[in-house]
């Protein structure tokens, strides 16, 4: 009875999302190369600079796409890597992840806000909701 009491629970407090979101590992596959989009994260947003006119070559300043790139912003032009790009998405944080729920048939665990099934172990855990207030 209690699982079902914190299954049901769970369920009232989170609202499947509708917003892309992207581990690291996911966010290095759109480089840029091989007409592959390229996508930088600025700030937890992700942000698609294929037509960025400083990103042709899915590269700006030595840097390449397809990664975080808050920490280099002091070194570079905020304005000019995004200028224009549309946010496609979200970048997750995987070093902030607390399990919050234990069934016996799923394991949930939130990371920045977000819900992510992680009853199967994996780098890219499914984003199955997200906490609302």
Do not use: C
């Not at 698609?48 to 397809?66: E, I, P, R, T």
């Not at 032009?77 to 048939?105: C, F, H, Q, Y």
Request: glycine share 10%; aromatic share 10%.
């Amino acid at each position: 009875m209690r699982k079902l009491i914190l299954g049901l629970f769970l369920l009232s407090v989170f609202v499947f999302a509708g917003t892309q979101y992207f581990t690291e590992k996911e966010l290095s596959a759109f480089n840029g190369s091989e007409g592959i989009p390229a996508y930088i994260a600025v700030n937890g947003d992700v942000f698609d600079v294929s037509h960025v006119s400083v990103w042709d070559s899915g590269s700006y300043k030595g840097y390449g796409a397809g990664q975080d790139m808050s920490m280099y912003l002091p070194a570079l032009d905020g304005e000019v890597i995004v200028s224009g790009a549309p946010v496609v998405g979200k970048l997750v944080n995987a070093m902030s992840t607390r399990m919050v729920a234990k069934t016996k048939n799923k394991k949930l665990a939130i990371r920045e806000g977000l819900v992510f099934d992680v009853t199967t172990p994996s780098i890219e855990a499914p984003v199955i909701g997200k906490i609302v207030n």
